[in-house]
């Protein structure tokens, strides 16, 4: 349970605002809006530093007076305090839901209460005294929202994650061009500002430009790591795949998660070139959850290690660790090479290690293939620059003192302080 403090209420109508989490790191972002003695909250997120058997719950401030949970988006930073939080409505997209939904089986984690009302694009919703207008934008994960939270006649903005160079980048052209007018306050990501780069973002295209080399100039199979989740660099991999004639080979999970998305122009399992192969780790978590309803419906290509050891320049492969022992022992690797196609922070943690260790071992060769989820420090000055609001406040960003380099109006705020608009 979460623990609960009170909170006094001045006569003067006014928006008070917490950020529990995320004033000056990357993830575990949480936020909680109160206006006339109601709150939201706006999304519970996973601290990346933290084990989830034990993770930190923010002090949320009386959960009687909670409406709702809104959910920016699917990425466990954003969701993962979830099962910690007081039962109460979470909104998020529909195509989130599902997806978190279809992962939760393969995943070791306490079970979600996903139950509420329905983030759509431009549409408004009333929770309580709050009136939220959700914009879909650009991110690596698939259905995420920034939100305007309206209460009290005050205007708040919330970018969550954000870029302008993957797949979906007109949405946010499109909130560039027609921003919402009037914003008391944009709580704006700044993942990158951190980390040093100054040169403009790759855009999601490039990455399916170099894998498309990459498959060429590899005679077996081509691994790529890449998180299932993100949908736009699923889209490249299968796109590099069709460039290059070969089949791209997906586990259960991964055909889950596409066919969550619910969006007939992402790849299927069932689509030609796309092929469905079960590692055997995962046939022990199909028997455990009992998906032989999942593993019937994507199994019109579905094919095994030994196809693929007798042409293993004919396919692509989605990734993950457990992949290892099968690809081994039905002799799959010769000529191959792996791909990390993930932030290359990842690289130091021990799990890709033994990922490098293995690659190395079987004499493959390693190349890093990424673009960033987040908006690069020039984009989130047009961003800012566009959404044009009285104050800007740092959030999901290890460096708020260097947001003053994007807008003039900035004021920072510690985790766990409330202040007024
Ligand atoms: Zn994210």
């Not at 698939?142 to 979906?168: M, N, P, Q, T, W």
């Not at 909130?175 to 040093?196: C, I, K, W």
């Not at 419906?297 to 692509?316: D, E, L």
């Amino acid at each position: 349970m979460a623990h609960v403090v009170s909170l006094e209420h001045g006569s003067m109508p006014l928006m008070k605002i917490c950020i529990h989490r995320g004033a000056k790191e990357i993830g575990g972002s949480c936020v909680q809006v109160e206006a006339g003695g109601e709150s939201i909250l706006i999304d519970a997120g996973m601290p990346l530093t933290s084990d989830s058997e034990s993770p930190p719950i923010p002090p949320i401030v009386d959960g009687s007076s909670l409406r709702g949970i809104v959910i920016s988006h699917p990425h466990q930073d954003h969701y993962g305090l979830l099962p910690w939080m007081p039962t109460t409505p979470v909104l998020m997209g529909d195509a989130a839901r599902r997806i978190l939904r279809a992962a939760a089986p393969f995943m070791r984690q306490p079970s979600l209460n996903l139950d509420g009302p329905s983030l759509v694009d431009r549409k408004t919703v009333s929770l309580g005294s709050f009136r939220i207008t959700l914009y879909l934008v650009d991110h690596s994960a698939y259905d995420s929202y920034a939100l305007l939270i309206e209460a009290d006649g005050k205007r708040l903005f919330y970018s969550g994650d954000i870029r302008v160079h993957g797949r979906k980048r007109e949405l946010v052209d499109r909130l560039m061009a027609t921003p919402p007018a009037s914003l008391d306050v944009l709580l704006l990501e700044g993942t990158t500002l951190g980390r040093a780069c100054n040169v403009a973002p790759k855009p999601e295209d490039a990455i399916e430009d170099e894998l498309a080399e990459i498959f060429r100039e590899t005679t077996g199979i081509a691994l790529i790591h890449a998180s299932a989740q993100n949908i736009d660099r699923l889209v490249s991999i299968f796109r590099a795949c069709l460039k290059t004639h070969r089949t791209l080979v997906v586990d259960l999970y991964t055909a889950e998660i596409l066919a969550a998305t619910g969006n007939p122009h992402i790849p299927q399992s069932d689509w030609n070139r796309i092929a469905l192969c079960v590692p055997q780790r995962q046939r022990l978590q199909i028997k455990k959850a009992g998906l032989f309803e999942a593993l019937e419906r994507h199994s019109r290509h579905r094919i095994f290690p030994k196809t693929i050891a007798k042409n293993p320049g004919g396919y692509a492969l989605i990734f993950r660790e457990l992949w290892m022992r099968d690809l081994e022992r039905a002799n799959c690797l010769d000529g191959a090479c792996l791909i990390h196609s993930q932030w290359d922070g990842y690289l130091k943690e021990d799990r890709l290690l033994k990922i490098d260790a293995w690659r190395k071992t079987n004499g493959m060769p390693f190349h890093q293939v990424h673009t960033s989820g987040h908006a690069s420090p020039g984009d989130l000055k047009r961003l800012v620059t566009a959404l044009n609001p009285k104050m800007l406040v740092p959030i999901h960003s290890d460096v708020p003192e260097r947001y003053s380099e994007l807008y003039p109006y900035v004021t920072a705020h510690a985790d766990g302080e409330w202040w007024e608009i």
